[in-house]
């Protein structure tokens, strides 16, 4: 796959040019690599990465993956996919059948043991460049098409966990599309309308003054309705970096399409990346959130992070009936002391508190664990996150006023 590569010389001692041997080429087979799995790479990267040589000890290999990954990899959760592509890239001269191995093996495992996404995204990266024997020429097969589906359909059912670089790509896409409505809601504001159902006197006054107080005209007004505010806030401890990877896509579609639109982030504790997410490019948002939130994939402490919220953006952003949207799977490492407490309180100040649970997924969940049995009872409506299709279920619930009534769980 990469013929030029070496693996025995790609060190050398310190003070040796970088750019010496076959380095420099080696480092953008590399990078082109990392791009194939899905990071957000380019040759400003490679540039920084091949500069950073020459400033370490080529000859220490701890040193060269850290410096590669301190200029390369701008977001945590690609810290996974570097590490294992760099061990198999620059150690490994067999690499590519390594990973092709890999691949193949994923499905002699059992149901319940699956490899990490990382290595899936990777094996495809390092296998997809390799050519492809030419096969004798055959007539085309006859395919029966009555019971496939299409890859539209087979996207939308997927799980965003077991998807590949490619299909992640395609389900951002997807994501972009999708429209969030909220029913609107009537405020204490009226607009003219000449048409309006209430009789404006005061502005009819106004208008009689330049008539030499003559009133020729009734002036009507309207009420203003508006959609609600949205709160978010969203779970990115180590067992929901994978879903909250993709739904902050979800999110930024939101919030670049609607005002009144805030989130927060918490593993540990919490972060607020309203602004950041606010921003039209998602990848420049993306990497001013990872500069600002320093526990991605690490802990969960739910029931703090909640009672941190209300306590300090409680009557900020909850106002005029705000929808809240609560993205965790329930699990908290403090064994949900305080969580029913904090959720209560957040239910009663906000109109509706919606629920978003990737374990949902299976068909034989109960709640079993503390955290999820805490917090329960006081949400208005349980539902599923973990694909496109529960995506655009939580689009139809969000734009029916009834909806919180109907798919209520009780604990």
Not at 264 to 288: I, S, W
Request: glycine fraction near 6%; hydrophobic fraction near 40%; charged fraction near 25%.
């Amino acid at each position: 796959m990469f013929p030029d590569r070496d693996p025995t010389r790609i060190f050398a001692p310190r003070g040796q040019a970088a750019t010496s041997g076959h380095l420099a080429d080696n480092l953008l087979a590399f990078t082109r690599l990392l791009r194939r799995t899905g990071l957000p790479l380019g040759p400003g990267e490679a540039i920084a990465g091949l500069e950073a040589l020459p400033e370490i000890d080529l000859s220490e290999r701890r040193q060269v993956h850290a410096a590669l990954r301190a200029v390369m990899v701008h977001r945590r959760e690609h810290f996974e996919i570097f590490d294992q592509a760099f061990q198999l890239f620059w150690r490994d001269p067999e690499a590519a059948a390594h990973a092709a191995a890999m691949a193949l093996m994923d499905g002699n495992k059992p149901k319940d043991e699956k490899p990490p996404p990382a290595s899936r995204r990777l094996a495809e990266a390092m296998t997809e460049n390799k050519p492809k024997p030419k096969l004798a020429e055959e007539p085309p097969p006859q395919q029966d098409m009555t019971f496939t589906v299409s890859e539209r359909e087979r996207l939308s059912e997927m799980d965003f966990e077991a998807m590949s670089a490619a299909e992640i790509a395609a389900a951002k896409q997807e994501i972009k599309r999708l429209t969030l409505p909220l029913d609107e809601r009537r405020t204490r504001r009226f607009r003219p309308d000449p048409f309006g159902p209430v009789a404006d006197l005061r502005a009819t006054v106004r208008q009689s003054l330049r008539t030499g107080g003559e009133i020729l005209d009734l002036a009507r007004r309207r009420r203003i309705t508006r959609p609600p505010p949205l709160v978010v806030l969203c779970d990115i401890s180590g067992s929901m970096a994978r879903y909250a990877q993709v739904l902050l896509h979800f999110l930024h579609a939101v919030a670049n399409d609607r005002d009144r639109v805030h989130t927060f982030l918490f593993g540990t504790r919490l972060t607020n990346v309203t602004r950041q997410l606010k921003h039209r490019d998602p990848e420049v948002a993306f990497q001013m959130i990872s500069h600002i939130v320093p526990d991605w994939s690490g802990g969960t402490r739910i029931g703090e992070s909640i009672d941190l919220f209300n306590r300090l953006w409680g009557r900020r952003v909850l106002g005029q009936g705000a929808v809240v949207l609560m993205i965790t799977d329930g699990l908290d490492r403090e064994g949900a002391k305080g969580l029913a407490e904090a959720t209560a309180r957040l239910r009663g100040s906000c109109r509706r508190l919606i629920w978003l649970n990737p374990l949902l997924r299976f068909s034989g969940f109960q709640p079993k664990s503390q955290g999820i049995r805490a917090m329960l009872p006081h949400v208005d409506d349980f539902r599923p996150v973990h694909n496109l299709n529960s995506l655009r279920d939580l689009v139809a619930t969000l734009s029916d006023r009834h909806g919180a009534q109907r798919g209520r769980m009780a604990a």
